[in-house]
């Protein structure tokens, strides 16, 4: 009696000790698969996957979307709701971070689609002043309404009011050319329960330090009000915070002799005909002459506008007339630049990139063999090219497990070249760049 009492007891523990170690275990997990925007909305964990770059760990990313939502391409609906997240498994400089984000967005986006957000995706990439270490955290969410917004360790740095561009961020997952082919499945949700687990296990083991960027987010700031004031000056002109100091000709065209010179010159065209002959014949001809030049010069000169003293474009001025006829010159404004005047070298090397993995796209064909022996796999090479598009050098980064196939790739990469020449912009004698092919029955 008292022997099946003892079992009973154990066994009872063992209940209780297998539910406290699954609550454990799966508390964590359970814990980010619901996340809020800032409005409130509430979100749901899609997928998750590990960025790679040379073999090596640098980030877990998490996509978040309304619940119930499966389906990707749903998510470019811009009355949709969305959260890309990243937690950094190692450090990364923020150099490449911002590299990162312009060249897979220029490559996995036609550079007609990006090229009208340039001043946005330079604003973004320009967030990232300091190195990042392990357990970071970058959030980009989108609210309808209000925009997409970039959280730094939790601290809003940044809103982005205009239409689509969280679709552009979004692509660098999910496009053509994401970081692996293994990522987009995973981040799209087509992933084991098991897995699932252990990323996100992986995930919240990554405590990101609050309020570590925030000495940054007070230099955007500061940035952003110098920006303002240039902007309030008028395209084209150089503004600051600080008052500038007037230069010594600005001095001359305000100084007060020159405005009684002024003066006197209007009462001189109210002068009535018999004045001016009585004064015509007390002196001589040159005299007077003399006189009306030296007048008409200082004239000139202290209604002149000085471009250095002002921020405002040349002005004409009537000196015919006893109040002056100011007229200002449109074209001499400087015009604000537009989009294509923008140069940033990673979007030039991601759009490049792009044309360049395009070309050798359209010459894959599965090889017939490869087919019969029903083999299958992804390939990625890693091609370098001279300033000229010849073909220097091609490495064999990812096998497939077959060789037909990795042999059919370099044979595309052949096929496809020469390539156009790098873009001059770049001023590059060497261009290396990788082609992932995929083949799959």
Do not use: C
């Amino acid at each position: 009696m008292q022997k099946d009492f003892f079992q009973g007891q154990n066994s009872l523990m063992r209940v209780v000790f297998f539910l406290l170690s699954y609550l454990l275990i799966s508390s964590p997990v359970s814990a980010q698969l619901n996340v809020n925007l800032a409005d409130g909305t509430p979100l749901e964990l899609l997928g998750m996957g590990v960025h790679q770059e040379l073999r090596n760990d640098i980030y877990v990313g998490a996509l978040y979307a309304p619940q119930g939502v499966k389906n990707t391409e749903l998510l470019k609906d811009e009355q949709m709701p969305k959260r890309m997240s990243i937690r950094l498994l190692s450090s990364y400089s923020q150099r490449k971070m911002a590299r990162h984000w312009k060249e897979r967005l220029a490559l996995n986006n036609s550079r007609d689609v990006w090229q009208p957000f340039t001043r946005e995706i330079i604003s973004f990439s320009r967030l990232f002043k300091r190195k990042f270490e392990a357990g970071d955290e970058l959030n980009i969410d989108f609210i309808p309404g209000q925009g997409t917004q970039i959280y730094l360790n939790g601290t809003l740095f940044e809103t982005i009011k205009k239409p689509g561009f969280t679709n552009l961020l979004l692509n660098v997952w999910l496009g053509n050319t994401p970081p692996t082919k293994a990522f987009k499945n995973n981040i799209r949700g087509k992933l084991s329960a098991d897995l699932k687990s252990k990323l996100t296990d992986r995930y919240n083991a990554l405590q990101p330090v609050a309020g570590r960027f925030d000495d940054d987010l007070a230099v955007k700031t500061d940035e952003t009000r110098v920006a303002d004031s240039t902007k309030s000056a008028g395209p084209g002109v150089s503004s600051s915070p600080v008052k500038p100091k007037a230069s010594p000709s600005s001095k001359i065209a305000s100084n007060k002799p020159a405005k009684k010179q002024v003066t006197k010159e209007k009462n001189n065209t109210k002068t009535t005909p018999k004045k001016i002959a009585a004064k015509s014949a007390s002196q001589p001809a040159s005299s007077a002459q003399s006189k009306k030049s030296t007048d008409s010069k200082t004239l000139a000169k202290a209604e002149k506008p000085q471009v250095k003293s002002s921020p405002i474009a040349l002005a004409k001025i009537d000196i015919a007339s006893t109040k002056p006829d100011i007229k200002i010159e449109p074209e001499l404004f400087q015009k604000e630049p537009i989009e294509e005047d923008l140069f940033d070298a990673d979007l030039i090397s991601g759009s490049y990139t792009r044309d360049l993995i395009d070309s050798i796209r359209q010459y894959q064909k599965y090889p017939k063999k490869a087919l019969i022996n029903q083999e299958q796999g992804d390939v990625t090479v890693s091609v370098a090219i001279d300033a000229h598009g010849e073909v220097i050098d091609i490495k064999l980064v990812e096998k497939s497990g077959s060789r037909i196939l990795d042999k059919a790739v370099i044979r595309m990469v052949r096929k496809a070249a020469p390539f156009q020449a790098v873009p001059k912009e770049l001023k590059l004698e060497t261009f290396e760049f990788d082609v992932p092919i995929s083949f799959q029955l």
